[in-house]
Antibody
Framework: EVQLVQSGAEVKKPGESLKISCKGS????????IGWVRQMPGKGLEWMGI????????RYSPSFQGQVTISADKSISTAYLQWDSLEASDTAFYYC????????????WGQGTLVTVSS | QSVLTQPPSASGTPGQRVTISCSGS????????VYWYQQLPGTAPKLLIY???QRPSGVPDRFSGSKSGTSASLAISGLRSEDEADYYC???????????FGGGTKLTVL
C-alpha cells in the first residue's frame, strides 16, 4: 500500500526558516514523482510543484518559483519543502502527494502539515 | 493563479443524484486528464476519479466522472450524508506546466 507520512505541525516566527518532510513507503522510490499542494485557511488547493526523487528533476508552479525550495533524498524515500524566510502569509496546510509524472495530477496524499507563522 | 471553474456550492437530499461541473480550456481539460478529489472536514484530499472517469479501488460506483471538450462533471448517485464534503476538480495545464485545481464545491446533504 502506498503511504506518505508528513512531518508534524510547526509554529514559526516571521523571518525564520523551515523544512518539512514527506516520507514515502509501499512503492519503489523511482515509481512516482512527489507533488506539493498548499491549502490556506478556509481556501482551496494550490499546486506548488513536483519533484522526481530518482534524479531530483523539479518543476515549480510560477506562483511559487523562488518562494520555496523542493528537494528529495532518494536514499530515504523522502521529499522536502523548504522556506528560507517565512511570512505570515505562508500559514497553511501543506500536503504532499504521489504523481505519475508531468501531465498527471495527485494520486495518494499525505496527511498534511500545518505551518503557522505568527509573531 | 488561474483556476478551473466550479460552482461554489451544491446540495441534494439523501438518495438523490447530484452533479458538479468543472470548466476549463484547451490547455488543461481539453488536452489532459481530469481528476476529482473529495475533502472531508479536517482531512486531507482523497482521490475519487482519475483520468477522466476511472475510479480507484475502494471508491463506490456511486461516484462517476465524465468529460466533454473543455468541461467535466462529477456525478454522485444515491446521495448519502457522509458525502457531505468539499469536491475539487484538477487537470494538468500545458501553459502553466503544472496542475490547476478548481475552486472547490461544497456539497451539502439536506
Amino acid at each position: 500500500e502506498v503511504q506518505l507520512v508528513q512531518s508534524g505541525a510547526e509554529v514559526k516566527k516571521p523571518g525564520e526558516s523551515l523544512k518539512i518532510s514527506c516520507k514515502g513507503s509501499g512503492y519503489r522510490v523511482t515509481r512516482f514523482w512527489i507533488g506539493w499542494v498548499r491549502q490556506m485557511p478556509g481556501k482551496g488547493l494550490e499546486w506548488m510543484g513536483i519533484i522526481y526523487p530518482g534524479d531530483s528533476d523539479t518543476r515549480y508552479s510560477p506562483s511559487f518559483q523562488g518562494q520555496v525550495t523542493i528537494s528529495a533524498d532518494k536514499s530515504i524515500s523522502t521529499a522536502y519543502l523548504q522556506w528560507d524566510s517565512l511570512e505570515a502569509s505562508d500559514t497553511a496546510f501543506y500536503y504532499c502527494a504521489t504523481v505519475d509524472g508531468p501531465g498527471d495530477s495527485a494520486d495518494s496524499w499525505g496527511q498534511g502539515t500545518l505551518v503557522t507563522v505568527s509573531s | 493563479q488561474s483556476v478551473l471553474t466550479q460552482p461554489p456550492s451544491a446540495s441534494g437530499t439523501p438518495g438523490q443524484r447530484v452533479t458538479i461541473s468543472c470548466s476549463g480550456s484547451s490547455s488543461n481539460i481539453g488536452n489532459n486528464y481530469v481528476y476529482w478529489y473529495q475533502q472531508l472536514p479536517g482531512t486531507a484530499p482523497k482521490l475519487l476519479i482519475y483520468r477522466d472517469n476511472q475510479r480507484p479501488s475502494g471508491v463506490p460506483d456511486r461516484f462517476s466522472g465524465s468529460k466533454s471538450g473543455t468541461s467535466a462533471s462529477l456525478a454522485i448517485s444515491g446521495l448519502r450524508s457522509e458525502d457531505e464534503a468539499d469536491y475539487y476538480c484538477a487537470a494538468w495545464d500545458d501553459s502553466l506546466s503544472g496542475v490547476l485545481f478548481g475552486g472547490g464545491t461544497k456539497l451539502t446533504v439536506l
